[in-house]
């Protein structure tokens, strides 16, 4: 079976019907705060 990218996304969840608990990005701090954890964890 040969997979495409409008296969693949035939197969995806719907991610709006997706609930979390996670607060919402407030500001740029928050966004550079992510960026620098996940540049240390690489």
């Not at 409008?6 to 719907?14: C, G, H, I, N, V």
């Not at 991610?15 to 954890?37: G, I, K, R, V």
């Amino acid at each position: 079976m040969i997979l495409n990218a409008q296969t693949l996304e035939a197969m995806m969840p719907d991610a709006t019907q997706l609930e979390s608990d996670e607060p919402e990005m407030e500001s740029s701090l928050h966004y550079f705060q992510l960026l620098l954890l996940v540049s240390c964890l690489e």
